[in-house]
């Protein structure tokens, strides 16, 4: 269905009128496989104007690739997750690099990083992956999409030691302490912020540490279908979260930290051109 067509079915936002970018998406989830395109057009049309589909594998980046080649403002990321670190191809880095250099709207390498929480995949295995991915990195001067769970004082080791050879770097989806978060900050990371701040029973403490995040260094995202905003009103039936509900977190940290919606917007917006070295006009 075009996107245009869609996006006139759609009642307008309330928060319309601001520019939104939505630095992690997981579009190519099968959560998405029906209506992906009705969810860009209803992000679109929520203000939500830039996306970028997170790369979780070969496959879903290589997905994510032709999705976003699809649509004007969608970018993705090329990386392997550690949940899928154990199930890569020998030639996965080419596949990675290859993804990268020859599709301009791939943006940067990643998700990569490691997951003790889980450990879908052995930790030397995880280990492994993720060093290999920041040396790919580095040498496309690609910036980083990293995902860091119970695993801190191991990933920020390796991201110390790394860091000098790298570009832009993101801790996505940031849920940790304020001492985590330092860490990050020393290290000059942008950081991640998801609708984890609007949970009133586990989201509180991430939400007051969100002052030390520096303006020029917040970036915001959904990582939907997952983490669905705990405070939507009306409560969503099927408990998905959706790119159209960006601009609720976004009015939740701007509440937090005192300033207009707008301002807000407008600055973690050009945060994300940034990053993902996106010039501010072009679709391309
Ligand atoms: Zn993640």
């Not at 940067?108 to 993720?130: H, K, M, T, W």
């Not at 302490?177 to 860490?183: G, H, R, S, Y």
């Not at 303006?215 to 009103?233: G, S, V």
């Not at 994300?272 to 006009?281: D, G």
Request: proline share 5%; with cysteine.
């Amino acid at each position: 269905m075009p996107v245009d067509a869609l996006a006139k079915t759609t009642p307008k936002s309330e928060h319309a009128t601001e520019l939104w970018f939505d630095v992690g998406v997981n579009l190519t989830s099968g959560q998405f496989s029906t209506d992906y395109d009705l969810q860009i057009a209803n992000a679109m049309n929520a203000g939500v104007t830039h996306l970028c589909i997170t790369g979780t594998n070969e496959r879903e980046s290589s997905l994510a690739a032709d999705m976003a080649a699809t649509y004007p403002n969608l970018y993705s990321t090329a990386g392997v997750h550690p949940h899928d670190a154990k199930d890569v191809s020998g030639q996965y880095l080419s596949h990675l690099e290859s993804l990268y250099l020859t599709n301009p709207k791939v943006k940067a390498i990643g998700e990569c990083g490691l997951d003790f929480n889980r450990n879908y995949s052995p930790q030397d295995v995880q280990f492994q992956i993720f060093a290999e991915q920041l040396e790919l990195a580095a040498r496309l001067k690609a910036p980083v999409f990293l995902h860091q769970r119970d695993a801190h004082s191991t990933f920020v080791d390796l991201l110390k030691a790394k860091r000098s050879d790298l570009t832009q770097v993101v801790v996505h989806c940031f849920t940790g302490t304020q001492n985590e978060l330092d860490d990050y900050l020393d290290l000059d990371c942008y950081i991640g912020i998801t609708g984890w701040v609007c949970d009133e029973r586990r989201g509180l403490d991430v939400l007051a540490l969100v002052d030390r995040i520096p303006d020029n260094r917040l970036l915001i995202e959904t990582d939907a279908p997952y983490l669905l905003p705990r405070n939507l009103k009306p409560k969503p039936k099927k408990g998905r979260n959706l790119p159209m509900y960006l601009p609720h977190i976004g009015q939740q940290l701007a509440s937090q930290k005192n300033v207009s919606v707008s301002k807000l917007a407008e600055y973690t917006f050009q945060n994300s051109l940034r990053f993902f070295n996106i010039k501010a006009q072009g679709n391309g």
